[in-house]
């Protein structure tokens, strides 16, 4: 008598592997949405922390020039003005290059930049600057500046050998500050780099270079002014009578977050107040 071997075959059948996979799916798009929530999120943190740093940098490089609006002793007495610019402050209201909170400022001051490497005696016309021939020329750079108060037209650059149109009025020893006088410009401007477009801040020192990006992302850009008599204005019609510069800053992110309402970009405003401390000396301003 022969027995027979009964064989039992367990396996899935095609409605359960269905279902099975139907159950991952839902579990992986369940997944993929937090890893996707989790990475926008992410992205706006990155984002915003960029356009934190933006503005405090925007800041910081502003209002160290602005203060200094004006160092240099009698400047425009001197030159009459700076490669076209004749008032130690220039403000201008909205330029209309990016939105309606679009102003700029032009200060001149001197700009420390080498020292003399020797004396040079009254009467002089010739001076011994470090690195004279990369800072002075006899168009856009041509306004030289000693120990932060004697200004003198530059007539020649030789190496390091500065030639003044006219003769010194005082001894100068080795290693005095030599400053270039600059009319400094602070201003908007769109950007369109890989089809993004952005609002930029720039700076342009009016000596050639033109235009430099100091931060991205900067949609405005206001000033208001404090005179001499505690007046405040956004447009004063006598810019010698400017005490303090306020500005007000708004950064935007790079990139749109769909989940802001309006036109989905975040932004952040900074304000700062500037005491321009070498203007209204010689009327007895504190």
Not at 154 to 179: K, Q, Y
Request: proline letters at 2%; a negative charge.
């Amino acid at each position: 008598m022969k027995s027979k071997l009964l064989r039992t075959e367990n396996g899935v059948s095609f409605i359960e592997l269905i279902i099975a996979m139907a159950i991952l799916a839902i579990l992986l798009a369940a997944l993929y949405r937090v890893l996707g929530s989790q990475q926008r999120i992410y992205n706006i943190e990155d984002q915003v922390v960029d356009m934190q740093q933006n503005l405090r940098w925007s800041i910081t490089k502003m209002v160290e020039k602005i203060r200094m609006a004006g160092y240099g002793g009698n400047i425009l007495d001197a030159f009459g003005d700076v490669n076209g610019f004749t008032s130690i402050i220039t403000p201008v209201r909205n330029l209309n290059n990016v939105g309606t909170a679009d102003d700029s400022i032009t200060v001149i001051m001197a700009d420390e930049v080498s020292v003399l490497t020797q004396n040079a005696a009254e009467g002089s016309r010739s001076l011994r600057v470090k690195d004279g021939h990369s800072i002075f020329d006899t168009g856009a750079k041509k306004y030289l500046c000693l120990n932060g108060e004697n200004n003198y037209l530059v007539e020649r650059v030789s190496g390091a050998t500065v030639t003044l149109a006219d003769p010194l009025e005082e001894d100068h020893l080795t290693n005095e500050t030599v400053s270039l006088v600059k009319a400094i410009t602070y201003k908007l401007q769109w950007s369109n780099t890989n089809s993004i477009i952005m609002p930029l801040l720039t700076v342009d020192e009016n000596t050639g270079e033109g235009s430099q990006v100091i931060a991205d992302g900067i949609e405005k850009l206001h000033f208001s002014y404090t005179l001499s008599d505690g007046t405040v204005t956004d447009l004063p019609t006598a810019p010698e009578n400017i005490r303090m510069v306020k500005v007000h800053i708004t950064a935007r992110t790079k990139i749109p977050d769909s989940q802001m309402p309006g036109d989905r970009y975040r932004r952040r405003d900074l304000y700062d107040s500037i005491l321009v401390r070498n203007l209204g000396l010689s009327s007895g301003d504190k």
